[in-house]
């Protein structure tokens, strides 16, 4: 497991670690759980990715049809948020964002304080990781199209 493995080093030697471990993975035919904040790492080494939120996964999938079309709102607003070469700006939420109580989680998505497509179910009844095609999965009761 690497855990944040590139995310105090320089961008020349962030890139030296990560063809590091492409090299290792492709000889030895190994598989690593890579886990990041970093948007632009993540979707330039895996090969499949899970997006958690609140310690639940919420979106789960290939990287390239999680960065191509997102469908859970949360995956949606990570990638909308996190700076990208090319894109102006960083969109981010209109307001300041209101986090559950871990001690005290809500009964139903995580999310649903946030979400603007949260309706009553998504307060009171936990949205369960299905997929929307044979390799791409949302727990989200409203996922994106």
């Known amino acids: 497991m690497l855990d ?17 471990l492409d090299r290792l993975k492709r000889d030895f035919g190994l598989t690593y759980v890579f886990i990041s904040h970093d ?8 090969d499949r ?20 079309r997102p469908r ?4 949606a607003l990570l990638m909308h948020s996190a ?5 102006r700006g960083i969109q981010a939420e209109a307001e300041p964002a209101e986090l559950p109580d871990p001690l ?21 009844e936990r949205p369960p990781l299905e997929a929307g095609d044979a390799c791409h999965a949302a727990a989200c009761w409203h996922p994106l199209a």
Do not use: K, W
């Open 49 to 68: 990715v899970a997006v958690m939120y609140f310690g639940r996964i919420v979106e789960l999938g290939s990287a390239r049809g999680i960065f191509a």
């Open 83 to 87: 700076p990208a070469p090319g894109r």
């Open 4 to 20: 944040e493995p590139v995310s105090a080093l320089d961008v020349s030697v962030q890139a030296q670690v990560l063809n590091l």
């Open 104 to 124: 005290s989680p809500p009964p139903g998505c995580a999310f649903a304080s946030r979400c603007p497509r949260a309706d009553g179910r998504c307060t009171t």
């Open 72 to 75: 859970h709102p949360y995956t």
């Open 39 to 46: 948007l632009s790492v993540v979707e330039s080494v895996c």
